[in-house]
């Protein structure tokens, strides 16, 4: 059974750096598979997730939504199932639940990623 956690957020202030970290179970090691970072708002249905970032197993092609460019960086350890997202100089309208994704090709829309975590708070006050 394939098992996704995210770990780390809480309350941050605007301006401070807060890491996530995405850690990946009970896939076979045989997998090549994208992940994903999205974020979901209160009154947004889970279709509504915003893509954040997404990465390609080997790391060497990324995407970030343009609000985060500069901002964050998402990277994985494949030898450890874990992937990344850095968020520096957090802004308020960063606030979300944050929950990562499997996707077997890649994707900006949640329809292509199959295993999610239950998501990582990150409230971001000024």
């Known amino acids: 059974q394939v098992q996704v956690e995210e770990s780390g957020g809480g309350l941050v202030q605007a301006g401070d750096p807060v890491m996530l970290s995405c850690v990946v179970s009970?896939?076979?090691?045989?997998?090549?598979?994208?992940m994903g970072w999205f974020r979901q708002v209160p009154g947004k249905e889970r279709e509504e997730r915003e893509c954040v970032a997404t990465i390609n197993y080997s790391g060497d092609t990324t995407y970030y939504t343009d609000s985060v460019k500069g901002r964050f960086t998402i990277s994985r350890d494949n030898a450890k199932n874990t992937v990344y997202l850095q968020m520096d100089t957090l802004k308020p309208e960063d606030a979300a639940v944050y929950c990562c994704g499997i996707s077997t090709y890649g994707g900006r829309t949640t329809e292509v990623y199959v295993d999610w975590g239950r998501g990582a708070q990150v409230t971001v006050y000024s």
């Open positions: 009970g896939r076979r090691t045989s997998d090549k598979y994208s």
